[in-house]
């Protein structure tokens, strides 16, 4: 899947938060064979993702992360000590950076 990096207008209205983020997982150490598989999505990649119409994937303040699940445990712990949320997937992790709700809460006009 196509990792999209968020657009122009996203960032610009994100930037503080956004640099916020992505400090806070760069606290998080690579593990072999780990990659992000989505950032960004606009609303057409968000739909076929599956993503839930207010998610953070939206605004660029969640990233998903493949890697073998034995590495899942050490990750999530290391996310949650950054300030991050962490959801376990059967296929990834996710960390963002706002609780449910808190992406269009900050920018509702992202999702208009
Ligand atoms: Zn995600």
């Given at each position: 899947?196509?990792?999209?990096?968020?657009?122009?207008?996203?960032?610009?209205?994100?930037?503080?938060?956004?640099?916020?983020?992505?400090?806070?997982?760069?606290?998080?150490?690579?593990?072999?064979?780990?990659?992000?598989?989505s950032?960004?999505?606009?609303?057409?990649?968000?739909?076929?993702?599956?993503?839930?119409?207010?998610?953070?994937?939206?605004?660029?303040?969640?990233?998903?992360?493949?890697?073998?699940?034995?590495?899942?445990?050490?990750?999530?712990?290391?996310?949650?000590?950054?300030?991050?949320?962490?959801?376990?997937?059967?296929?990834?992790l996710?960390?963002?950076?706002?609780?449910?709700?808190?992406?269009?809460?900050?920018?509702?006009?992202?999702?208009?």
């Amino acid at each position: 899947m196509l990792v999209r990096v968020p657009p122009d207008y996203v960032l610009r209205q994100t930037w503080p938060s956004l640099v916020d983020f992505l400090t806070k997982l760069g606290g998080i150490s690579p593990v072999p064979g780990g990659y992000v598989s989505s950032w960004y999505r606009d609303v057409e990649a968000n739909r076929r993702a599956n993503g839930h119409p207010h998610s953070s994937h939206r605004v660029g303040l969640a990233v998903d992360y493949v890697c073998d699940s034995k590495w899942h445990p050490e990750l999530i712990e290391q996310g949650r000590a950054l300030g991050l949320i962490v959801v376990r997937y059967a296929t990834h992790l996710h960390f963002q950076a706002l609780p449910a709700g808190g992406a269009i809460a900050q920018f509702p006009h992202l999702f208009a």
